[in-house]
């Protein structure tokens, strides 16, 4: 039987595992992951932490909350390899647990459904191969599951809160991903 109570430390534990490996053993991996250091890195040179830019123009393919956040953590830590490349795979490990937290909102009489499916899902190939990458889709499945839970209390519980989380999902969503987002919450806040 799984216990519940050692669940995130068993998914905390793999994801550890997994990005520990992807930092040791893979370089960056280009087009994507490099051509987004590059924006960050332009970013930190000129000073510039509004608006990102790549080759001394402004890089509106994608909204800047990750270059944010990258250059956050340089102001920290210090220009270094690793922050870059923790800052998506971060928002893998929330995924786990606000999957969980989902989880626990829809099936609240089945608490095992809470334990294994964080499990589930970071054992499906592609989120154990897209957790470890320096892009912008953890960060919006991250923002996706904060706006579902939302969802989900406004429709169990009513108020305002479930609302406020929704809009709080779809806003962050939009710095990461632009109106991406509302594909994957409207249509279930509509239903």
Do not use: C
Request: glycine share 10%.
């Amino acid at each position: 039987m799984f216990v519940a109570n050692r669940a995130p430390w068993v998914w905390t534990g793999l994801w550890i595992v997994v990005m520990a490996a992807a930092i040791l053993t893979r370089p960056l991996l280009p087009v994507d992951e490099t051509r987004y250091l590059a924006v960050a890195w332009e970013m930190w040179l000129s000073g510039d932490y509004l608006v990102p830019h790549l080759n001394f123009e402004t890089y509106s393919h994608k909204p800047p909350l990750l270059f944010w956040l990258i250059n956050l953590g340089w102001g920290v830590f210090g220009v270094n390899e690793w922050w870059p490349r923790l800052v998506a795979p971060a928002f893998g490990l929330a995924s786990l647990f606000l999957t969980a937290r989902l989880a626990r909102d829809l099936w609240p009489d089945s608490p095992s459904v809470a334990s294994i499916a964080p499990l589930m899902l970071f054992g499906g190939v592609f989120w154990a191969l897209f957790t470890t990458l320096t892009m912008f889709d953890m960060m919006l499945t991250a923002f996706t599951l904060l706006g579902l839970i939302g969802t989900v209390r406004a429709w169990r519980n009513g108020g305002w809160g479930g609302f406020l989380l929704l809009g709080v999902g779809i806003g962050f969503g939009v710095l990461t991903k632009g109106p991406a987002i509302l594909l994957h919450t409207l249509p279930v806040a509509l239903a």
